[in-house]
């Protein structure tokens, strides 16, 4: 299995990223807490929301790398379909990456603007730079709403890759899938 894709398969890079990224998404936001500040960042709440930012801090990570690594790599070209299908499909995958950067971007200037520290990886607390804005609770509350939304756009999107396997019966899901043969 090679790092970069084929013209049927995604690369074991694009995989990895692929699935570690659905993994950590799925966990940082079953850990996700709501509520006032003073719930948020009270004390006893201080690993949990450790673990929730360091989470989503690495989602970040991963998605410059895999971004920068899709520029150089090879994406299969999409099995035959209606051509509605592939745009939506497009437009689905574009969306995704685009609140793969939105969710995280927000929290962390909502968390800096709000005049409260990042914490991630237990390096201690990063800032806050500048002190408290009004600007720091719309966003905050603003990256819950997207945190919702990237769940329901990535299980839609789910659903779609189950649909294509069981019902199309295309290699959809079988190109995103690792241990199967590159051509
Ligand atoms: C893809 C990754 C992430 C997802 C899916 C996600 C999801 C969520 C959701 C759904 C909530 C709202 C919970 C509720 O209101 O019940 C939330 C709250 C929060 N998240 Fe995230 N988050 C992610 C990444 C991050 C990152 C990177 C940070 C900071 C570095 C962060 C910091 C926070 C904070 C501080 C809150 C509480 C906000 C408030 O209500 O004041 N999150 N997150
Ligand atoms: C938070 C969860 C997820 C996120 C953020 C996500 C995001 C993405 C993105 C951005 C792509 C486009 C890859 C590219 O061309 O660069 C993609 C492709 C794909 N994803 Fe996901 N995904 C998630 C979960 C899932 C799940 C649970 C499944 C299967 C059950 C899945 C199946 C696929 C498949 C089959 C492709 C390839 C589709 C194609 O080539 O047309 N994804 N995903």
């Not at 990042?118 to 719309?138: E, H, I, K, Q």
């Amino acid at each position: 299995m090679s790092l970069s894709g084929t013209r049927i398969r995604y690369g074991s890079l694009a995989q990895a990223s692929h699935w570690l990224t659905a993994l950590l998404v799925l966990v940082a936001f079953l850990v996700s807490q709501g509520g006032p500040p003073t719930r948020v960042y009270a004390p006893s709440n201080a690993a949990t929301l450790q673990l929730h930012e360091s989470l989503g801090f690495t989602v970040l990570v991963l998605l410059v790398i895999r971004l920068a690594w899709r520029f150089f790599d090879r994406i299969p070209e999409s099995p035959p379909m209606p051509l509605w299908m592939d745009v939506a499909a497009k437009i689905t995958h574009w969306a995704l990456y685009a609140l793969l950067f939105a969710v995280p971007a927000t929290a962390i200037l909502g968390a800096w603007f709000g005049g409260h520290p990042v914490t991630v990886y237990g390096l201690g607390a990063l800032g806050p730079f500048f002190g408290a804005w009004r600007l720091g609770a719309s966003l905050a509350e603003i990256h819950g709403t997207l945190g919702d939304v990237l769940m329901w756009l990535a299980g839609l999107h789910a659903a779609a890759a189950i649909f294509h396997h069981v019902f199309l019966h295309d290699r959809v899901l079988k190109q995103m899938l690792p241990g199967l043969p590159n051509s």
